[in-house]
């Protein structure tokens, strides 16, 4: 089934975003709009139709898509995310995303940031983070478990978000840097650890049997090249001064919903 990605413009307020565990450096704002395009131009070339939102001045973070939204097949939830700052990059998200979903919404005392959600077929992994407490994880099994999802917390403690600690590579293998994160709920999974000098290299994209990763994890990339995966990695340096990975920068799904109700 075709994917369809949302992806944001990287607003010129970028180096006022939220940081939780990055000391903070300055971003050049016009070379992370090059890498930014360059990320978009690596979605197409892999078959990815990409609807791109004008950048939100205001908005310093909104350039980081996935955290406003978790998208399956069969509804879009709108999250209430734990930096207050950053709620209202959720609105415009909303009104598109509602093209192609019947939209949830979660409400305090929720907390849920996208990037705490790992979704590998009907497994639903999601962080208990700084950004994502019990109750988003609560009312997000509510939402998801009518459609046969099984949500899964997992404690994260080292890092800003679950996938900043894991991601799915294919082949049911998972990257992972299992000192940030308790990987017990994980354990139906082949495990593939990063090497230890480069733990935030466990953010990586599988799309159409291409694993997306930053280029700036040269050993990660041998790691996965030698499990027989093909890799595309990606200059994203000024993005990643900001806490950015490869998952965060779009909101991905396949563009016909399969609830029989839409």
């Excluded at 406003?68 to 709108?78: G, L, M, R, S």
Aim: glycine share 6%; aromatic share 4%.
């Amino acid at each position: 089934m075709p994917l369809t990605a949302i992806v944001r413009g990287v607003s010129s307020s970028i180096n006022d975003c939220e940081l939780s565990f990055h000391t903070r450096q300055s971003i050049d704002v016009v070379r992370a709009i090059a890498q930014h395009q360059a990320y978009q131009n690596c979605l197409v070339e892999l078959g990815v139709q990409v609807i791109s939102l004008p950048a939100e001045p205001a908005l310093p973070d909104a350039v980081f898509v996935e955290d406003p939204a978790v998208v399956v097949d069969e509804v879009a939830v709108i999250t209430n995310m734990g930096a207050a700052s950053r709620r209202p990059e959720a609105n415009r998200l909303a009104e598109v995303l509602s093209r192609y979903r019947p939209l949830r919404h979660l409400a305090e005392p929720a907390t849920l940031d996208g990037g705490d959600v790992l979704r590998i077929n009907r497994a639903v992994f999601v962080g208990l983070s700084r950004r994502t407490n019990r109750a988003g994880i609560t009312q997000l099994t509510d939402v998801l478990a009518p459609y046969g999802y099984q949500v899964r917390p997992v404690e994260v403690r080292g890092c800003l978000h679950l996938k900043s600690a894991c991601s799915y590579v294919g082949n049911d293998t998972v990257l992972v840097n299992r000192f940030w994160i308790d990987v017990e709920p994980l354990c139906g999974f082949e495990l593939l650890d990063v090497p230890e000098d480069e733990p935030a290299a466990a953010n990586a994209l599988h799309l159409n049997g291409v694993v997306i990763m930053p280029a700036s994890f040269p050993k990660t990339r041998e790691l996965i090249e030698n499990r027989g995966l093909r890799v595309r990695p990606i200059d994203l340096s000024e993005l990643q001064k900001a806490e950015a990975g490869v998952t965060c920068s779009s909101v991905i799904f396949n563009d016909k919903s399969t609830d029989p109700s839409s």
